[in-house]
């Protein structure tokens, strides 16, 4: 990939995804489950970009929301109706009737008190609302704490017998119709076995609830498939697919998986500019375009993206900071490279997901352009936001 070309033709801070590597990363997890029925639904929160949707929509994949704004991005981006699913833990009585009104394939529920907003909202549309249940199985993910969702003290699902008094529920009402069960318990997962673990308790649950005559047509297992940022281990897909259907037992449900990341994370790099370098006693810092509004993760988790300079010489440990008035305004701490000059390029990977979507208009930064590569060509897909579309919900008040 030629970056400088790139950065002279959209400019820094610059997003790059490389749309082959999406299809090959789809490819690679749908053929785990060719032997079964299956739908790979994207989590639109990782890249909710509308060119990438397209594609992925394009490939026969379904979409995993949590928000209604999700839901219509992918609708707008071509999915079919059938393969969305709407999540969250907390949904408007406006977004619940939205939803119900597109017809999507489910609204998963994420407490009893949901379900009955979701009820009274069907019934007073005249609707029965498909409906699934996020069962907390209470399986520790070993992940990091701010993505784990699969504990009880995680906001996330319901428990074991919370989840049959709303199955049981749903099944006597007139305007649900429970046609789901999942399960998610975090993201970034290099070990798949607490993924089967979470996968044979929710199985042991489908498992009774069709014995009480509750049809459950779809078995979701949720995402949080990890990739490798630095040394991180891979999941064997093979044997993460063998796990579930394993689990499964011979039930016959469609298996539902809802990865983001593993789409799109190492699809996607960052493209900055220094600024300049800089010493504060022994410490030094380089100083990009790009900050954290453009890439928020190192600041909230202490992530680590690998940061590669686009010229040789000898490496010293350095800061590589953003413009923003935060201390917390970092890419990457201790990152060894050579010594750089005002224009040199960087390049941030492993950005495609959980980049540009959690960036921000934070000390009124414009967002970053977003370009797609494929077949070897280039096309912007994002413009680069300008100060005029910073304000322009504003501009009329003052």
């Known amino acids: 990939m030629d970056y400088l070309a790139l950065a002279k033709k959209y400019q820094t801070p610059l997003y790059v995804y490389d749309f082959d590597h999406i299809t090959a990363q789809y490819e690679r997890l749908k053929k785990e489950f060719n032997a079964r029925k299956s739908l790979i639904c994207y989590a ?16 026969g994949g379904g979409f995993d929301c949590v928000s209604i704004g999700e839901v219509k991005r992918a609708l707008l981006a071509g999915a079919s109706s059938y393969k969305i699913i709407y999540s969250g833990v907390g949904k408007s009585d406006e977004e619940i009737k939205e939803a119900l009104n597109l017809d999507i394939l489910m609204i998963n529920l994420e407490s009893f008190a ?64 429970p046609v789901g069960i999942h399960c998610h318990i975090g993201s970034q997962l290099s070990d798949i076995s607490p993924v089967i673990e979470a996968a044979n308790i929710t199985s042991d649950l489908l498992r009774e609830l069709r014995a009480a005559d509750i049809n459950i047509k779809f078995f979701d297992i949720g995402g949080g498939i990890g990739i490798r940022y630095s040394d991180e281990n891979e999941p064997n897909l093979y044997e993460y697919a ?29 493209i900055t500019q220094v600024l300049y370098e800089k010493t504060n006693g022994d410490k030094r810092f380089v100083i990009v375009d790009a900050a954290m509004n453009d890439l928020l993760r190192p600041s909230l988790y202490e992530a680590y993206h690998e940061i590669i300079a686009l010229k040789d010489g ?58 797609a590569i494929e077949g070897g060509k280039d096309r912007l897909i994002g413009k680069r936001e300008s100060f005029e579309d910073m304000i322009q919900n504003e501009r009329e008040f003052i």
Request: aromatic share 4%; with cysteine.
């Open 114 to 177: 949901e379900m009955q907003r979701v009820e009274l909202i069907a019934k007073e549309l005249g609707k029965k609302a498909r409906i699934s249940v996020r069962v907390n199985p209470n399986v520790d993910p070993k992940t990091h704490p701010y993505i784990s969702t699969g504990l009880h003290e995680n906001k996330f699902g319901v428990s074991i017998n919370e989840a049959r008094k709303i199955y049981l529920h749903a099944h006597r009402s007139d305007n649900l119709d």
């Open 44 to 59: 639109v929160k990782a890249n909710s970009n509308l060119s990438l949707l397209k594609h992925i929509a394009t490939l």
């Open 242 to 270: 063998q796990g579930i259907l394993a689990a499964l037992k011979g039930q016959d449900a469609t298996i539902v998986c809802e990865p983001g990341r593993f789409i799109v994370g190492n699809s996607g790099e960052l």
């Open 314 to 371: 000898d490496k010293t440990n350095c800061d590589v900071v953003g413009p923003i008035c935060e201390s917390g305004d970092f890419l990457g701490k201790n990152i060894k490279l050579p010594k750089l000059e005002h224009g040199d390029m960087l390049i941030i990977k492993s950005a495609g997901a959980y980049g540009y979507s959690m960036s921000s208009n934070y000390n009124t930064r414009g967002r970053a352009a977003q370009v």
